[in-house]
């Protein structure tokens, strides 16, 4: 894995933490259940409940290991220290389309908050790289799979 720093808001950071506590917990205890009921069923080589149940044990401890090395390497952002005179992690930025004339907002955050559903995009995507470091009223593109896309900021706020 990668040792470098994972940007978190405090609110990522947190849900980092209670999944962790879930896996490590409720789910670790659930799939122990399920181990020893499958192991009641008798002979381990054609036991498919149990292949099963270790496969979902080993997925488990990775996500464990995965989660806690994004917890390891963490850099919570400080909502103090954003400001709204450039493009940075944490902010709401609001942008035009100069292609199709749409407004959109986007919030940017590190890459392992991104949920699209709520226009949360990463830093280092590429509108988000893009945009990092933008003032308002610059025009910014951002070079895509779909090819070059203009975008005008109209508004960064916190």
């Not at 004339?101 to 392992?112: A, L």
């Amino acid at each position: 894995m990668e040792d470098k720093e994972i940007l978190l808001t405090q609110e990522g950071y947190d849900n980092l933490e209670k999944e962790l506590e879930y896996l490590k917990t409720e789910k670790r205890t659930e799939i122990s259940e399920r181990i020893k009921i499958a192991l009641g069923f008798g002979d381990l080589s054609e036991n498919s409940e149990y292949d099963e149940a270790k496969n979902a044990q080993a997925a488990n401890e990775m996500k464990i290991a995965e989660l806690e090395n994004k917890i390891r390497y963490a850099k919570i952002i400080d909502e103090s220290e954003i400001d709204t005179k450039t493009v940075q992690v944490g902010n709401i930025v609001t942008v035009l389309d100069m292609e199709y004339d749409e407004k959109c907002e986007y919030t940017i955050v590190g890459s392992t908050e991104v949920n699209l559903a709520e226009n949360k995009i990463s830093n280092e995507s590429p509108i988000g790289a893009a945009l990092m470091g933008a003032k308002k009223n610059q025009i910014v593109e951002a070079q895509t799979p779909g090819g070059v896309i203009k975008f005008k900021v109209l508004d960064i706020k916190k």
